[in-house]
């Protein structure tokens, strides 16, 4: 009789219907200690929840309501997990603790099975502290940028600044030409300036032959003197500057 029952009840049990999953589960909240005990992370466990099919019954207690038992699971999960980190760390819990409850997944069944996901927050307290070392450690990168900025930006003025003094040393026409950079306007002044200095340079060199020249007469060295003046006026005319005719008193007879 027991070999002719079996099958019957195995059929009926069968063709029993499958409970349906209950709806609306409010997520659930609590406390659970970060690394030190010194602050609490605020965990909230979130439930879904899908049929099952009868072969997985009697995983969870029976004792209580499947929901109960899930959040009675996930917390013991939870607690040690979240332990490891500092309070400071509120992503990687989340991270470590979702990794844990997805691992048991399989184990969190009875007549339904249960996903359970979890979100790791702190409190307003540990966002302040966040945001004030945040505020510091901003200020401190900031300065140091600029501090580089500052350091890079005068080190390319400098080596502009040895670039310009190294073209300009040794020319005469150096601050003529800066005057003209700044203004243009001074370039009539200029020109003149540069004329007359022109002129007073030929004269100047003039009066040095002459006292040559006379230095010469007193020595009865004639030759030696007209051979100098013409070398000097051929000179001047060289640098295309204005060469003076010859005095009717001078001495010195040759070409000019």
Known sequence: MRKWLAPMLYHVHQNEPEAVP????EPFTFDSPAKGDAYDFSVTL???VRSAGRRARTVLDDEISEAEAVLQRAFEEVRPITRQ???TEAGAAELAAN???ASISSAITGSYRWTVRVEVNVSEEVRQLNRDAYRK??????EAA???LHIESTNRV???WQEFLAAVEGSDRAVHAIQLAADRSQLPQIITGLVKQREQDAQELLSTVDRIMQSYQAVDMLDFVVSNETVLRRTLELLGLPIPPLQNDTILIGEA
């Open 137 to 142: 450690q901003h200020d401190i990168r900031s």
């Open 85 to 87: 980190f500092e309070i």
């Open 146 to 148: 600029a501090a580089l």
């Open 46 to 48: 979130h439930r879904t």
């Open 99 to 101: 990794q844990r409850l």
């Open 158 to 160: 400098r080596l502009k």
């Open 22 to 25: 209950p709806t609306n589960i």
